[in-house]
């Protein structure tokens, strides 16, 4: 089922969107925290696209399983099936965050409506422990966004080289220009 589509292996369609999904959700998350104004404009996109990245992530790992039982083991593969499988956690985390987010922006929403437009109620006006959730959400933020971000650079890097490390390897700079 997560081997193939297009006679083309799953995980490189699969892995491309993960590998775009997760530093946006990391950046949109770690900006919504921070940023009241960006919070207001984004409303619920950090839990979608936290959801988005969660969802994503067991699919990568699982046409990278199907595409490794193809390929056979090595070291490089091993190295980026483990490090793969260490993306979930910040997923969740993120996901997590993004949810607490938009449940900040619906009640932060809320107290505005209820304040009237003229009154312009202020951040965390409309969340129980404003403040203290305010630090709590923008640390929790910070640490996954950051997190996340270095775990998916980590699981890029070692696919790449899991994949194109020989070939490069084993060819000159402009070789394909020399056979014309």
Request: charged content about 15%.
């Amino acid at each position: 089922m997560f081997d193939t589509f297009a006679d083309l292996p799953l995980h490189a369609i699969v892995v491309h969107a993960t590998v775009v999904a997760v530093p946006v959700t990391a950046v949109v998350v770690l900006l919504a925290a921070l940023w009241p104004r960006f919070r207001r404009w984004a409303g619920v996109l950090p839990a979608v696209l936290g959801l988005l990245a969660l969802a994503l992530t067991p699919l990568s790992t699982q046409s990278g399983e199907a595409l490794e039982g193809r390929v056979g083991e090595n070291s490089a593969v091993e190295r980026h099936a483990s490090l793969g499988e260490g993306l979930l956690p910040w997923t969740i985390a993120l996901a997590a965050v993004g949810l607490v987010l938009a449940w900040v922006w619906w009640r932060e929403r809320a107290a505005r409506a209820a304040a009237g437009p003229e009154a312009g109620a202020p951040r965390l006006a409309g969340v129980p422990g404003g403040r203290l959730v305010a630090l709590t959400v923008a640390a929790a933020a910070l640490v996954t966004s950051v997190g996340a971000g270095i775990q998916v650079v980590e699981v890029g890097h070692t696919g790449a080289q899991a994949v194109w490390q020989d070939t490069i390897a084993n060819t000159q700079p402009g070789q394909a220009d020399d056979d014309d």
